[in-house]
């Protein structure tokens, strides 16, 4: 029961490609984010989502761009891919709500990019 | 922002010993401690977490202890069993809008028979 679906498992890109990667939950939940995994630096955020349309920057926003057209789908873009974005790519969902609630998260993509 | 400092990055004990690993965060808002365990090639799951009005939280062999005064918080494992080996992420959520989580750099644990 696969409630966090990133598109791609595995992708290799060239640089200067633009680069989408699409993540889709079926949870209603209000936000939505994206991270990236690197050995010895943990998940950090590159984009989040709070509501349809809306779109904040994370830590690390360079070189990224997201969108959010329906609430089910946010969608994360590299402009023009470079070696430096070679990384794991793990989308997350949650509910709104206080107290915080934790995530779900999707499976992942690595992308390799050459 | 918040800050999450973990420790340590690896971690290797042998079968049915304890495991403890340590966090600690920057922001005094934050009230919401989850942990999550990632497996070799599989997705971040969260195995338990701590609101800021308690101070311990017990679910089996794992428990996470609270200590808002000095801003840190643990996660402890008894009787660590080989499928306990694992990556394990400790995160808090600082302040802000969508409740977005401040994660640590991740301790790797390996439980050896």
């Known amino acids: 029961d696969v409630k966090v679906t990133q598109s791609s498992r595995y992708l290799v890109k060239r640089t200067g490609e633009k680069v989408f990667l699409e993540c889709v939950q079926d949870?209603?939940?209000?936000?939505m984010f994206w991270y990236r995994q690197d050995p010895g630096l943990g998940l950090r955020l590159i984009y989040f989502s709070y509501d349809v349309k809306m779109k904040e920057k994370g830590d690390i926003p360079e070189g990224y761009s997201v969108s959010r057209e329906k609430k089910e789908r946010f969608s994360l873009i590299l402009e023009s891919a470079s070696t430096n974005q070679t990384s794991m790519y793990l989308c997350?969902?949650?509910?709104?709500?206080?107290?915080?609630?934790?995530?779900?998260f999707g499976s992942g993509t690595r992308l390799t990019v050459v | 922002g918040e800050n999450v400092e973990q420790h340590p990055s690896t971690l290797s004990v042998q079968e049915g010993d304890s495991a403890v690993i340590k966090c600690t965060y920057s922001d005094s808002a934050s009230n919401y401690f989850p942990w999550y365990k990632q497996e070799l090639g599989k997705r971040p799951q969260l195995i338990i977490d701590i609101r800021s009005n308690v101070g311990e939280k017990k679910d089996q062999r794992i428990a996470v202890t609270l200590n808002k005064t000095a801003k840190h918080f643990s996660l402890h494992i008894t009787e660590t069993q080989p499928e306990d080996s694992a990556v394990y992420f400790c995160?808090?959520?600082?302040?802000?809008?969508?409740?977005?989580?401040?994660f640590g750099t991740g301790t790797r644990l390996q439980v050896t028979l």
């Open positions: 949870m209603d939940h209000e936000n």
């Open positions: 995160a808090a959520p600082g302040t802000g809008t969508a409740s977005k989580l401040t």
């Open positions: 997350a969902s949650s509910p709104i709500g206080f107290p915080n609630y934790g995530y779900t």
